[in-house]
C-alpha cells in the first residue's frame, strides 16, 4: 500500500494484502530435489524459462556440436527438441507452445512448426520476449521500437501507443488478460516503468515516496513485481508488488530481488547474504528454500526449476514442493 507524501514502514507493508491471493495460511514443503536428465554431450549453462504449469522447462547451453541454444523438458524428461539461438531470450506457455529469436526476426514454435513474427512497418526486425497463455508474444520491432503485441494467430504486430523512438525499451512480460509491462532507459535518473492494458492504455508505475525510480521485473495474473530504487544509486533498492493501478500493494524486505510467482500468490525472490540463495515467499516474513537448486522459475503447484554444481559442473534441477 502506498499513500501519497507518506513513506510507510515496511513491516507494515509486509503485512498489507490489497487485492492480493496470498493472504492464506503458509503450506510447508518437503522438498525432494532430482536432476532433470540431459541429453549425452551437451553443456547446460541455465534452467531460464517454464510454463505456468510446470510441464515444459527451457534451458540455455551447448548440444554436442558445440551451437549455443535452448533445449526443451517436459513432464521432466528431454524433448529432444534444440533451438539454436545466441541468448536466453525465450519463453514458453501451458500449451507447449515456444517462443524464440533466430537471427533478425522472433518465431513461435508450435509442434515443431515455426512461425515467424513479423516487424512492424518501418522497422527490419522483431523480436519476441514473451508469451502468454493464450499466445499472444510481446516484444519489440526494430532497434529503437515501437514494442508490439503480436496477437494469438497472427503474425501482424499490434504497436503500443507511443513507443516509437525516444529512449530504449525493454517488454518484461505479458500476462494472460494481455497486460504488457516494460521499463525505458536512458540517463539513470530517467528510467521508468510502465503496463499497457490490451486496449493500450499506459499506466505508470509509480516508486515508494522517497525513491527515484520504478524498475520493473515480471506480470503474474495482474500482479506486478520489480524494485522501487533511490536516487543516488547507493542505497539498496526495495523489492515491491504493484496493482495495475500502477501502486504499491507490498513489499518484500525479505528480498533484494524478484525472481518469480505463481497463480498461488507465492514468490520466488533472491536473498543475499554470506549464503546468497532463492527461497519462496508465502507470507510475510515466511521463506521456504528449497534445497540443492538455486532456483529461476516457480511453478502454479509449487515446484522450483533452476541449476545447482556438482563437481564442477552445472546441472538443471527440479525441487519438488511435497
Known amino acids: 500500500m502506498k499513500v501519497r507524501g507518506l513513506v510507510l514502514g515496511t513491516a507494515f507493508l509486509a503485512a498489507c494484502v490489497v487485492g492480493s491471493p496470498a493472504a492464506h495460511a503458509a503450506v510447508v514443503c518437503e522438498w525432494e530435489t532430482t536432476d532433470l536428465p540431459v541429453p549425452a554431450g551437451v553443456a547446460f549453462y541455465s534452467v531460464y524459462a517454464a510454463s505456468d504449469s510446470g510441464e515444459w ?57 515455426r512461425e515467424r513474427l ?35 494467430g497472427s503474425t501482424t504486430p499490434r504497436e503500443l501507443p507511443n513507443t516509437r523512438n525516444g ?74 508488488e504493484w496493482g495495475l493501478d500502477g501502486e504499491i500493494v507490498r513489499t518484500f524486505p525479505e528480498f533484494s530481488g524478484p525472481v518469480d510467482a505463481n497463480a498461488s500468490g507465492h514468490v520466488l525472490g533472491k536473498v543475499s547474504g554470506a549464503n546468497e540463495h532463492n527461497a519462496v515467499w508465502r507470507a510475510p516474513g515466511q521463506l521456504d528454500t528449497p534445497p540443492s537448486v538455486y532456483g529461476s522459475v516457480l511453478a502454479d503447484n509449487g515446484d522450483v526449476y533452476g541449476a545447482a554444481r556438482k563437481d564442477g559442473v552445472l546441472l538443471p534441477r527440479h525441487a519438488r514442493c511435497g
Open 118 to 152: 513479423e516487424p512492424a512497418p518501418g522497422t527490419s526486425w522483431s523480436w519476441g520476449e514473451h508469451i502468454n497463455n493464450g499466445g499472444d508474444v510481446a516484444g519489440v520491432s526494430g532497434s529503437r521500437g515501437p514494442l508490439v503485441v503480436w496477437p494469438a
Open 57 to 113: 522447462v527451457l534451458g540455455y547451453g551447448e548440444n554436442a556440436s558445440y551451437e549455443k541454444g535452448t533445449f526443451v523438458w517436459r513432464n521432466g524428461m528431454p524433448t529432444g527438441e534444440f533451438i539454436p539461438q545466441l541468448g536466453t531470450v525465450g519463453d514458453v506457455n501451458d500449451s507447449g507452445v515456444l517462443l524464440s529469436n533466430v537471427g533478425d526476426a522472433g518465431y513461435r514454435i508450435e509442434n515443431g512448426v
Open 167 to 240: 529512449p530504449d525499451r525493454v517488454v518484461k512480460g505479458i500476462d494472460d488478460d494481455g497486460n504488457v509491462v516494460a521499463m525505458e532507459y536512458g540517463p539513470p535518473e530517467k528510467w521508468s516503468s510502465h503496463v499497457w492494458d490490451r486496449d493500450g492504455n499506459r499506466t505508470t508505475l509509480e516508486p515508494l515516496a522517497g525513491d527515484h525510480r520504478a524498475e520493473v521485473g515480471f506480470i503474474r495474473n495482474g500482479r506486478i513485481f520489480g524494485r522501487s530504487a533511490p536516487h543516488d544509486g547507493q542505497q539498496p533498492s526495495t523489492v515491491v
